[in-house]
């Protein structure tokens, strides 16, 4: 939600939390999210990253 209304700063919050949380799906889709935020603010290897930690969960949503 925070991302739609444009507070980055709050959604970036939102998403290093839920990435790094108990539910695993959820987690996956916020270091993809958080990986493309980062990359959109030049944040080449944190995006990277989040990307890789998105990737290696073995979830098949986090192709999307």
């Given at each position: 939600m925070a991302d739609r209304i444009?507070?980055?700063d709050l959604a970036e919050f939102c998403y290093r939390?839920?990435?790094h949380g108990a539910v695993p799906h959820?987690?996956?889709q916020a270091a993809f999210r958080l990986g493309?935020?980062?990359r959109a603010r030049g944040d080449v290897?944190?995006?990277r990253a989040?990307?890789?930690a998105s990737a290696r969960s073995g979830?098949?949503?986090s192709r999307r």
């Amino acid at each position: 939600m925070a991302d739609r209304i444009g507070d980055r700063d709050l959604a970036e919050f939102c998403y290093r939390e839920a990435a790094h949380g108990a539910v695993p799906h959820a987690a996956v889709q916020a270091a993809f999210r958080l990986g493309d935020m980062l990359r959109a603010r030049g944040d080449v290897a944190g995006a990277r990253a989040q990307f890789a930690a998105s990737a290696r969960s073995g979830d098949p949503e986090s192709r999307r």
